[in-house]
């Protein structure tokens, strides 16, 4: 669908970033190999809920329970389990870089049956593991749920998501994370990949230390050796704060549906003249009555008449030369563009090749 067919009537909202070459650091624009997030999972139950559980054809859940209870030496019959104060669940969990064993941290639940709601329910003692099948952390706990399901018999309203909930330090690490600091190199990994600042990087660091440490593997990754004799803590907290001046992709990204068009600094637009002109179509429907003569043998008669009115507002063409961000929004605002005319311009303008940006449309 295009953009031109979805713009209607919203309101614009141009973001401006205008590059000011100042300097960053590393650390605000890459991350250490290693240094990163981890993510745990396992499969539970919810115990304790007001009539809101799974119903008895969600299968997994009656025989998870069974499963449960078979455990602390309880025999049942799967097949004989009625109970709507149960539900299954996935358990996620995100666990910090360097994270310890002991160490607590928050775990999402989500229903993964029919369940109408989890408020007031009490996860069970879940074991979570990590991509490769190890367990790395238990969790336990009161669930939080910020939304909630009203039900009658003629009406219900629901808030926001009631079958999904957290609990807070709701996980306690059984072992540590695996990764070992005593290396002889490291890879500084960019979040935006770009050749200039993988070169930029490396020279930054080869310039401090004084040596041909780093070096630019690829546009996103900067290999690193750490000197011998030298605590790799100092070493990689001395390098994340180094600044340096990053280098941009020049690019102008569109969200028709909100109406916000975002301009980067770099953008610029080459000579070029532009003209926008609304053309407004309106047509009228009406129905007349046509009443014969008196003592006529006539007939009354609803006739349809259509009235056809074409508006065409004329504007200037405004010549568009060298121009910068700042002119370009304040050439199409004298014009008095839509949104849906400067997306359009936008458009039209990367299609004659005049401009010097990539164009990303959401």
Same mark, same amino acid.
């Given at each position: 669908?295009?953009?031109?067919?979805?713009?209607?009537?919203?309101?614009?909202?141009?973001?401006?970033?205008?590059?000011?070459?100042?300097?960053?650091?590393?650390?605000?624009?890459?991350?250490?190999?290693?240094?990163?997030?981890?993510?745990?999972?396992?499969?539970?139950?919810?115990?304790?809920?007001?009539?809101?559980?799974?119903?008895?054809?969600?299968?997994?859940?009656?025989?998870?329970?069974?499963?449960?209870?078979?455990?602390?030496?309880?025999?049942?019959? %799967?097949?004989?389990? =009625?109970? !709507?104060? +149960?539900?299954?669940?996935?358990?996620?969990?995100?666990?910090? /870089?360097? @994270?310890? $064993?002991?160490?607590?941290?928050?775990?999402?639940?989500?229903?993964?049956?029919?369940?109408?709601?989890?408020?007031?329910?009490?996860?069970?003692?879940?074991?979570?593991?990590?991509?490769?099948?190890?367990?790395?952390?238990?969790?336990?706990?009161?669930?939080?749920?910020?939304?909630?399901?009203?039900?009658?018999?003629?009406?219900?309203?629901?808030?926001?998501?009631?079958?999904?909930?957290?609990?807070?330090?709701?996980?306690?690490?059984?072992?540590?994370?695996?990764?070992?600091?005593?290396?002889?190199?490291?890879?500084?990994?960019?979040?935006? %990949?770009?050749?200039? =600042?993988? !070169?930029? +990087?490396?020279?930054?660091?080869?310039?401090?230390?004084?040596? /041909?440490? @780093?070096? $630019?593997?690829?546009?996103?990754?900067?290999?690193?050796?750490?000197?011998?004799?030298?605590?790799?803590?100092?070493?990689?907290?001395?390098?994340?704060?180094?600044?340096?001046?990053?280098?941009?992709?020049?690019?102008?990204?569109?969200?028709?549906?909100?109406?916000?068009?975002?301009?980067?600094?770099?953008?610029?637009?080459?000579?070029?003249?532009?003209?926008?002109?609304?053309?407004?179509?309106?047509?009228?429907?009406?129905?007349?009555?046509?009443?014969?003569?008196?003592?006529?043998?006539?007939?009354?008669?609803?006739?349809?008449?259509?009235?056809?009115?074409?508006?065409?507002? !004329?504007?200037?063409?405004?010549?568009?030369?060298?121009?910068?961000?700042?002119?370009?929004?304040?050439?199409?605002?004298?014009?008095?563009?839509?949104?849906?005319?400067?997306?359009?311009?936008?458009?039209?303008?990367?299609?004659?090749?005049?401009?010097?940006?990539?164009?990303?449309?959401?």
């Amino acid at each position: 669908m295009a953009c031109k067919d979805i713009c209607r009537n919203i309101p614009l909202l141009i973001l401006l970033f205008v590059s000011l070459s100042m300097a960053e650091r590393i650390k605000d624009i890459a991350t250490i190999e290693g240094n990163r997030v981890n993510y745990l999972q396992g499969y539970g139950l919810v115990v304790g809920l007001k009539g809101t559980g799974d119903g008895k054809a969600t299968q997994f859940t009656v025989k998870s329970l069974a499963n449960a209870l078979q455990k602390m030496g309880i025999v049942v019959d %799967p097949n004989r389990i =009625t109970v !709507k104060n +149960v539900a299954a669940v996935f358990v996620t969990a995100k666990i910090p /870089p360097y @994270a310890k $064993a002991g160490m607590r941290v928050d775990v999402s639940v989500s229903s993964i049956g029919d369940a109408k709601s989890l408020e007031g329910g009490t996860l069970l003692l879940t074991p979570l593991r990590g991509p490769d099948g190890r367990i790395y952390a238990l969790a336990q706990g009161q669930l939080i749920v910020g939304g909630y399901e009203a039900r009658g018999r003629g009406a219900s309203q629901v808030k926001n998501v009631p079958t999904v909930g957290r609990i807070p330090n709701g996980a306690v690490l059984e072992r540590d994370l695996p990764f070992d600091m005593n290396v002889a190199d490291v890879n500084i990994i960019l979040d935006v %990949p770009d050749f200039t =600042t993988a !070169k930029r +990087v490396q020279d930054a660091i080869n310039s401090r230390f004084k040596a /041909p440490i @780093a070096v $630019a593997l690829d546009s996103a990754t900067v290999k690193v050796g750490i000197p011998t004799g030298v605590n790799p803590v100092d070493f990689l907290a001395e390098i994340e704060n180094l600044e340096i001046k990053t280098s941009q992709v020049a690019k102008v990204v569109i969200d028709g549906r909100s109406g916000t068009i975002v301009l980067g600094g770099n953008v610029r637009i080459s000579p070029v003249a532009v003209a926008v002109g609304s053309l407004v179509v309106k047509v009228k429907e009406l129905a007349e009555v046509s009443q014969p003569p008196p003592l006529s043998p006539g007939e009354t008669k609803v006739v349809p008449r259509t009235e056809v009115e074409v508006i065409e507002e !004329k504007r200037r063409l405004i010549p568009l030369k060298g121009t910068t961000v700042h002119e370009l929004v304040t050439s199409l605002n004298k014009i008095g563009a839509t949104p849906r005319e400067i997306i359009s311009v936008l458009q039209a303008i990367k299609e004659a090749g005049a401009l010097k940006a990539k164009l990303e449309v959401l």
